[in-house]
Structures are given as structure tokens and as C-alpha cells.
């Protein structure tokens, strides 16, 4: 089915590129009436000299602890920035480690970085100068992207955008420049605020083979004739570089000490740090990639101008087209005919039974750069693959109750008070444990992903969950476990309004939905922390039991945090055997998980990236970097991050293959993420990269100098 609002929105950028649009300074900081627009939240700023000689001037910036410290401008009255594409800043990170940031437009006071706003992320290397773009013109999503193509202005970079909404560009209300729970007081030097333009012409932007059809670069694929040649050279190198030495079959360390063999991956811990431990007894640090498989979709419903050449489905590629229904985050289009670009060049290269060779060549990739792990996401086809260890993905569904947590970006939060929690959880592992069974090769289960657990709103959203299950009707389960739990606690409710400032005529009162007004007790805040921290119990504990009925030899490697509260973090450390998040950052910020030290528990990675946009992608990802030179650096830099903290014990990169150039098919995401482009072609950087760090994994982990002798 067509979109007519992607129609109309597609035509305005296709039938003509508009005039340029003069560039206009909002903010040079040469004047102190210009320093006295900004208002300081969790930051501090000073005037500094950009160039003496010149008599120039800039701001330095310093972000100081805290959820989200920012440097805010407000409008006195509304700005109107029409005919402008992109709001421009000069940045210089004058620090020693580089630095990841936020910019966000608002156009309406109910700007919540979701609704009522444009936002997107950068960052900038250590010593380096930049000027960065949030596009404020026509919303990437709305054409089923989070990024467009890049600027025709070379030395800008873009900011892709992480919220779906448009902005009212006649009425913005203020911008900020923000990072996120910053550590070390990190700083930078803006200059030149400045309004762009910035729109593009979307016609015939991708080729036959799903690249960006307007540049060039190295590897960029010309002629079908090409991978001829390629497979040959990647043929070489695979053969010269089969497995890394200091691997053993399972992935474990070789020249390493000699533990005890149970048959099945364990958590131990080692010479005072955490470690996974082999079926057979070696020291094991999981180094993964997620998503290995070759489903790579992209919506062409309602976008058909955007593709220079599409076969057509009377072709053999025609096979690839594909018809979804359920889109969930990727603009008007919910429904529709898709084309899989990936796997027609996979056709185009091995032929039409392309599926066994490819999955063969994806574990010989894998051990020859050093990856030990299969990903979550990957393609249960690699379950039992005898070659490469690799964790289960289980997702938990069913007709059972939710509660919201005020940031429910994939969805609300799973009631586990509900008794149909536990149906749901046996049902939903019944699939995955029966592919599974018993192989000794699967290290654990990653069950669900990035839950709901908090994300915004005070201490991070830390008692979201707490005012979810009070806003609900006395049919909620959670809703019932917290009136218990108070009830048991306060002789009356006298008492209970007495320290909690409210104002209930009796217990029943609490029946009907509630938002506690007035200001937040400390009472009132310990009892919530220890709502969230009973829900969290009950969670982990019902999943563990049940993996555990189908799983029991294999390891419950937890949810996967990404919006976490120390209540959900404590829980998990009582019932996981792994504690897992996915830390999207240049690195891991020991100070920022200080609760696994004295939680003493093991911790995995279940996602990390950083993409660049300088090999025709059209977004980043959630950590950008300069170019790909500077990607493979950061890739070495976070993964030996990760091998310095004792409670780590492993790292995943999320993914195998970069998303689709116009974004993949539920929700838009285009990002520069993988090991490989849309033509199966390896970045030899990250190659390299990858291989470089992964044999030094080992000894770094047991804290030996490279090159020295002996064992830990």
C-alpha cells in the first residue's frame, strides 16, 4: 500500500533542490550580550581566545556530573528559521579521549527529547576541530531513514536524527548542546552557531546494488565483474590468517592456565577478575558479533524514485522483493513491498544457493579476526555450527499485562506480578531451548532486550515504574504487589499520607489510578526504589526459573540493559549469571559502573558500535567517528576499555553487515555498522583493527605485557 504522506513529502525534495538559502549567525560569542543568551544547566562556560592574533573569540564549555548537563539558548520570543536546512556548530574537543554529544532543537515548551524537537548525536576526537549539523528541515524519518544523504559541503559532518517527529520551524523556542552522565568534567569549544542550508535531492540516490549512488570511494563496487577478484584476495587472506594462535577450538585461551572441564560454558572468577570459562577448562573473554545473517531489508513502498535500477520480479533477483506488514518505527509507511539489496549481491556473487557457502565463510570471517562469539540476533541457522561458540536470543511475549514506565521506546514494561507472566516465559523459551538443546558450544541466553526499566524523568527515570503501576486500575497486578507492600509497611493509611504529603480518605482511595502529588520524601522515594527493585526480583527470578527447567546447563546472560536503574541492576545480580548491558560510548567509564564492583558480579556487553560517514552511509550510528581510520581505533580503544575492568567479561559489536542504505524496513535505522558493506565486501580497517587488539585480548586480560612469557 502507498503512503501518500511519504509521496508528498518524497516529491517536494525530489522535483527540485531549493536555492541556496544564505547562511545566518545566531551566536559568534565575540560579545558578552551574546554569553548572556545562555543558561548553564549542570555546566560552566567562559569566553576564550579562538585566534589572539585576530582578537577571536569562543566558548569553552565544561559538563559537569549529572543525568543530562547542558548548555541551553532560549528564544525571548519564537525564532522562525525557515528556508534553512541545518543548525551548524564549530566544535574542538581540547581534552585527551574523545568526546560524544548531543544537540537538540525544540519547538514547543512540551520538548521532552522525543516530541517537540529535533536531536541527534556526534562525536569528536581528542585535539581535533569539526563542524557538525543537526538537519532541521524535512525529518529523515519521515522517509523511512534516521539519516539522509550527506551535505553537499564536504567539511561539515551530520548529525542523523534520533526522533521521529517534524519540527515547526516557524516557532522554534530554543537549542542546546547536552551530553549524557558525562564523567571527568569533559569540555569543548564551541564557535560560530549558525543556521545552513542543508537539503538534497533524493532521486536515484541508491544503485543497482543498494549503494549510494553520488560518490566514490575505496571499495566501492562498480561492476558486478569486481568480486571475481575480491573473493579471490579475501580467499588469500583467510587462508594466511585461518585462526588466531592464542585461540583454542572454543575460542578460549590457549597458553592459559588449565581449570576444571564441567562440559559447559561457566562464569569464574580468576586472579581477583571476572572471566567465562570453557567446557573444557580455559579461560574465556567472549569477543562477539551480533546479527551475523543475511536478512537485510529495506522498504521501497511509496520511495520507488529514490532506486536508480530495481529488477523486476520476473528476474531472479526478483526473489528478493518481499511484502511486510508492521512496521514499527519508520515514519507513514507501515506496510508494503521491501527489496533485500544484500542478499541479491550475495546471489550476484556466489550464486543462487548462496546460504550454506556464506554461513560457512561467516565462521572462517569470524575466527580469523578474532571473534570468539556468534551475537544476539544472529541467524539461528549458526546454533549448533560446532565452529564458533554463540549465545541464544530469547524475546518474552504473550497476552499477559504491562506497565509503563514513562520511556517506553521499545514498548512497556512486562508486569511480571501478572500470573500469565510465567505462561508467556515458558512459551516464549520453548523455540529457542529445543534449537538449542543441549550443545555444549552455546555459552548462554540472552533473554529480552533493553527493557523498559527507566530512561528519563528524575534520577533517570529510577521510579518510572513505581508511578506506571500506581497510575493503573486495582485489576493490575503491580498495581496490587505495591499496595501490599505499603499497606504491610504503614499501621494506617494516617500514617502513610503523613510521610508520604499526601492526602488519601482511606486504602481504597489507592484503587483508582494515582500520581502522588507534592514533593518527592525520602520516604516516599525509598518506598518506590523498593517497588521497582521487588518488580525487578520477581522478573529475573520467574525467567530463571523457567530457562532453567529448559536450559540448565547453559548460562542466563540477563536482559541487556540499555535504560537502567541500580534497583533493576541489584535484582539482575541476585538472578542472572551474567549481568548484561549495552553501553553505546567511546568506552567503558569504570566510575560509571562502580555497582559491579560491589555487586562482585560478572557483567557482559551485548552491543557496541561507532560508524563514520565518509564510504557513502548516510548516518553513523548512536557513536560517530571522523572516517574509518579513526572507527577501527575507537574499536580498539573500547575493546581494550572493556578487557581492563575485572567484572567485564566480554564484548559484542553490533553488527555483522551496515544497515540498508535507506534504512531497514520496522524502523529506519541506516547507520555505517558493520564489518561488511551492502556488497559483503570486509572494511579492511576494522579488519585489521580487529585482529590487532583481539590477539593482544588475553594477555591484557591477565594483566601479562604483551610479548612477555608465562601465564597469570
Request: hydrophobic share 40%.
Amino acid at each position: 500500500m502507498l503512503s501518500m504522506i511519504v509521496l508528498v513529502l518524497l516529491g517536494l525534495l525530489l522535483c527540485a533542490v531549493p536555492a541556496e538559502a544564505q547562511t545566518k549567525l545566531l551566536l559568534s560569542f565575540e560579545t558578552g550580550d551574546e554569553i548572556q543568551k545562555l543558561q548553564a544547566n549542570n555546566t560552566k562556560f567562559e569566553a576564550v581566545d579562538r585566534n589572539a592574533t585576530e582578537g577571536k573569540r569562543a566558548l569553552q564549555v565544561e559538563f559537569l556530573p549529572a543525568e543530562w548537563p547542558n548548555l541551553m539558548v532560549r528564544a525571548e520570543k519564537p525564532w522562525d528559521w525557515r528556508g534553512f536546512g541545518g543548525l551548524a556548530i564549530d566544535i574542538y574537543n581540547p581534552g585527551a579521549e574523545p568526546i560524544s554529544f548531543g544537540v537538540r532543537v525544540d519547538d514547543d515548551p512540551r520538548a521532552d527529547g522525543a516530541v517537540h524537537c529535533r536531536q541527534g548525536g556526534g562525536t569528536i576526537e581528542a585535539g581535533k576541530h569539526a563542524t557538525f549539523v543537526l538537519p532541521i528541515g524535512a525529518n529523515p524519518m519521515s522517509y523511512g531513514m534516521r539519516g539522509l544523504p550527506i551535505s553537499a559541503q564536504p567539511d561539515m559532518r551530520s548529525l542523523g536524527s534520533m526522533t521521529p517527529g517534524p519540527l515547526n520551524l516557524d516557532h522554534i523556542i530554543a537549542f542546546q548542546i547536552f551530553m549524557h552522565r558525562p564523567s571527568g568534567n569533559p569540555r569543548l569549544v564551541l564557535d560560530n552557531i549558525r543556521l545552513v542550508p542543508w537539503e538534497q535531492s533524493l532521486e536515484k540516490i541508491v544503485d543497482e546494488f543498494g549503494q549510494y549512488s553520488r560518490g566514490d570511494w575505496p571499495g566501492k563496487l562498480k561492476r558486478a565483474d569486481e568480486w571475481k577478484r575480491r573473493i579471490a584476495e579475501e580467499e588469500a587472506d583467510l587462508k594466511a590468517t585461518p585462526d588466531l594462535p592464542q585461540f583454542d577450538r572454543y575460542g578460549g585461551w590457549a597458553q592459559g592456565p588449565q581449570l576444571s572441564a564441567t562440559g559447559y560454558f561457566r562464569a569464574e572468577k580468576h586472579n581477583g577478575k571476572w572471566w567465562l570459562v570453557t567446557p573444557e577448562g580455559r579461560l574465556f573473554f567472549s569477543i562477539g558479533m551480533d546479527c551475523v545473517g543475511y536478512s537485510n531489508a529495506t522498504f521501497i513502498t511509496g520511495r520507488e524514485q529514490m532506486f536508480a535500477k530495481l529488477p523486476s520480479r520476473e528476474e531472479p533477483l526478483g526473489r528478493h522483493f518481499g511484502q511486510i506488514e508492521g512496521g514499527v518505527h519508520s515514519g507513514p509507511v507501515k506496510q508494503g513491498t521491501t527489496y533485500d539489496f544484500f542478499a541479491a549481491n550475495l546471489e550476484r556473487k556466489y550464486g543462487r544457493d548462496f546460504a550454506a557457502p556464506w554461513y560457512d565463510l561467516a565462521l572462517r570471517r569470524l575466527r580469523s579476526w578474532g571473534f570468539n562469539t556468534i551475537g544476539n540476533w544472529s541467524d539461528w541457522r549458526l546454533y549448533r555450527n560446532g565452529k564458533v561458540a554463540y549465545v541464544a536470543t530469547a524475546h518474552i511475549s504473550g497476552d499477559h499485562a504491562r506497565i509503563s514506565s514513562g520511556s517506553d521506546y521499545w514498548g512497556q514494561m512486562h508486569d511480571p506480578f501478572d500470573p500469565r507472566f510465567r505462561e508467556s516465559v515458558a512459551a516464549s523459551l520453548k523455540g529457542v531451548a529445543a534449537a538449542v538443546g543441549d550443545d555444549p558450544w552455546c555459552i548462554g541466553y540472552f533473554v529480552d532486550n533493553e527493557l523498559s526499566w527507566g530512561g528519563g524523568g528524575e534520577e533517570g527515570g529510577r521510579y518510572g515504574l513505581a508511578y506506571g503501576a500506581l497510575a493503573q486500575d486495582g485489576r493490575s497486578h503491580a498495581k496490587r504487589a505495591f499496595i501490599n507492600m505499603l499497606r504491610a509497611k504503614y499501621d494506617d493509611v494516617s500514617e502513610f499520607n503523613r510521610i508520604w504529603g499526601v492526602n488519601l480518605s482511606g486504602w481504597e482511595a489507592l484503587e483508582a489510578p494515582f500520581r502522588p502529588a507534592g514533593t518527592m520524601t525520602e520516604a516516599r522515594r525509598n518506598d518506590m526504589a523498593a517497588f521497582v527493585r521487588e518488580l525487578a526480583r520477581e522478573y529475573f527470578r520467574t525467567v530463571r526459573e523457567e530457562l532453567k527447567k529448559v536450559a540448565p546447563k547453559h548460562l542466563y546472560l540477563g536482559c541487556r540493559f540499555a535504560w537502567s536503574t541500580p534497583d533493576a541492576i541489584e535484582a539482575s545480580a541476585e538472578y542472572c549469571d551474567v549481568i548484561s548491558f549495552n553501553i553505546y560510548a567511546v568506552n567503558v567509564n569504570p566510575k560509571q559502573y562502580e555497582i559491579l564492583t560491589r555487586l562482585d558480579r560478572p557483567a557482559i556487553i551485548g552491543e557496541f558500535h561507532f560508524g563514520a560517514l565518509d564510504r557513502g552511509m548516510f548516518h553513523t550510528g548512536l557513536v560517530s567517528a571522523a572516517n574509518q581510520n579513526e572507527r577501527a581505533r575507537m574499536y580498539q580503544a573500547y575493546v581494550r576499555s572493556v578487557l581492563d575492568h575485572p567484572n567485564f567479561v566480554g564484548c559484542h559489536w553490533f553488527q555483522y553487515i551496515d544497515q540498508p542504505l535507506t534504512g531497514r524496513w520496522f524502523d529506519g535505522e541506516n547507520y555505517n555498522i558493520g564489518f561488511l558493506t551492502v556488497t559483503d565486501t570486509p572494511y579492511p580497517e576494522m579488519v585489521k583493527a580487529s585482529r590487532e587488539v583481539h590477539r593482544e585480548a588475553y594477555p591484557r586480560r591477565a594483566g601479562i605485557r604483551t610479548g612477555a612469557v608465562g601465564q597469570p
